[in-house]
């Protein structure tokens, strides 16, 4: 399926250990994050954005890609695709982010496995696929190494439109 690079949009976060909050439901800085993140997709898909790209990593992926599926409610017409950087992908997750991921995948418009199996470089390879077919990120990024900020700066890299969610200004110009 051959999709509008400008229409799309793409996640990269933290895995939940390296938040600086608990995210789960009830806890009040992930209710402000969810908020904050519903509003700002709710903008970015009425200047057009049409297709969301998940990671499905535990974390911030998975509370993005539940985020889209709640938007689906109010905006049919929108699409999630989950690309998951290797088959095995979530089993090693702990039983309640097994069910979580579960719903996202079986909730995807379109799951993209990248490869059949683990290998060193496999998730920077999923984040650069996202990157590459997207016009925005959406990320929580407060200066960490590791993934996220590769994913950040190759955002940079790519001219791609970056929404920090952990910056205190939250609410740019579409």
């Known amino acids: 399926m051959l999709l509008d690079r400008k229409k799309c949009a793409?996640?990269?976060?933290?895995?939940?250990?390296?938040?600086?909050?608990?995210?789960?439901?009830?806890?009040?800085l992930y209710d402000k994050l969810v908020a904050d993140m519903k509003k700002l997709i709710q903008r970015a898909i009425k200047a057009g954005a049409e297709t969301f790209y998940n990671g499905g990593a535990y974390g911030f992926d998975i509370v993005a890609?539940?985020?889209?599926?709640?938007?689906k409610k109010e905006y049919p017409h929108i699409k999630l695709i989950t690309v998951r950087p290797f088959i095995g992908q979530g089993e090693d997750y702990t039983?309640?982010?097994?069910?979580?991921?579960?719903?996202?995948?079986?909730g995807s418009d379109e799951v993209i496995v990248l490869s059949h199996q683990y290998y060193s470089g496999c998730y920077y390879a999923r984040n650069r696929y996202m990157v590459d077919h997207s016009a925005l990120l959406f990320c929580y990024f407060d200066g960490?190494?590791?993934?996220?900020?590769?994913?950040?700066?190759y955002a940079k890299r790519c001219g791609l439109r970056i929404v920090n969610l952990a910056e205190e200004t939250l609410f740019p110009e579409f």
Do not use: H
């Open 144 to 153: 960490q190494p590791g993934g996220t900020k590769y994913t950040v700066n």
């Open 65 to 71: 890609g539940e985020t889209i599926l709640d938007l």
């Open 95 to 106: 039983p309640d982010w097994q069910d979580r991921y579960q719903k996202v995948i079986v």
């Open 10 to 28: 793409c996640f990269s976060g933290y895995r939940a250990e390296k938040m600086p909050f608990p995210l789960y439901e009830g806890a009040p």
